[in-house]
T-cell receptor
Framework: SAVISQKPSRDICQRGTSLTIQCQVD?????MFWYRQQPGQSLTLIAT?????????ESGFVIDKFPISRPNLTFSTLTVSNMSPEDSSIYLC????????????FGQGTRLTVV | AQTVTQSQPEMSVQEAETVTLSCTYD???????LFWYKQPPSRQMILVIR??????QNATENRFSVNFQKAAKSFSLKISDSQLGDAAMYFC?????????????FGTGTRLKVLA
């Protein structure tokens, strides 16, 4: 398994500020993913965090708004920059050991409210 | 592009009864993997069951089983002897090795309520 510790679990932030979410994995994993999830809705992939290289962003998400770091195989951060109320959502990180048939493990999510 | 559709936003089942959650997907690939994940109110996503497309035999995990119809691109989840702890959002997910990224494509989810 690859258990993920994600923090903070929730935060309330002022618009215009930034929040950095951290995910720590208890073992080395190949890929880490960052998702956004509106309450009661599906997961939307923001980006794939690659160790030692730039993250790969999905359509509609840009690095200036969601900078990602992945300094090693067990840690990654997602920053939500210059926040607006539209950024209020749940953010989850996920990992996989790199085999397509293996399960992904997820953090418990960060519930972000922007006021 | 691949898509995953869950046509049932919400389902209810009596405790100890059986319920089936539907999932259909669209792909032109022949090699892929399908998953069902459960997300309880704690938000912790948990793998329920997985199916390899090249396997004709339906996967089973205790009270959970799937009906995988490759030609019809259908992947339904059957929960037998439903328990109160089964109440959660259930997401069907598709994953292909061809993209090289191993990213999931998730369905819109089905909220399962279990009635005592």
């Amino acid at each position: 398994s690859a258990v993920i510790s994600q923090k903070p679990s929730r935060d309330i932030c002022q618009r215009g500020t930034s929040l950095t979410i951290q995910c720590q994995v208890d073992s080395q994993v190949t890929m880490m993913f960052w998702y956004r999830q509106q309450p009661g809705q599906s997961l939307t992939l923001i980006a794939t965090a690659n160790q030692g290289s730039e993250a790969t962003y999905e359509s509609g998400f840009v690095i200036d708004k969601f900078p990602i770091s992945r300094p090693n195989l067990t840690f990654s951060t997602l920053t939500v920059s210059n926040m607006s109320p539209e950024d209020s959502s749940i953010y989850l990180c996920s990992d996989t050991v790199g085999f397509v048939n293996t399960e992904a493990f997820f953090g418990q999510g960060t519930r972000l409210t922007v006021v | 592009a691949q898509t995953v559709t869950q046509s049932q936003p919400e389902m209810s089942v009596q405790e100890a009864e059986t319920v089936t959650l539907s999932c259909t997907y669209d792909t032109s690939e022949s090699d892929y993997y399908l998953f069902w994940y459960k997300q309880p109110p704690s938000r912790q996503m948990i793998l329920v069951i997985r199916q390899e497309a090249y396997k004709q035999q339906n996967a089973t995990e205790n009270r959970f089983s799937v009906n995988f119809q490759k030609a019809a691109k259908s992947f339904s989840l059957k929960i037998s002897d439903s328990q109160l702890g089964d109440a959660a959002m259930y997401f069907c997910a598709y994953r292909s090795p061809l993209s090289g990224t191993y990213k999931y494509i998730f369905g819109t989810g089905t909220r399962l309520k279990v009635l005592a």
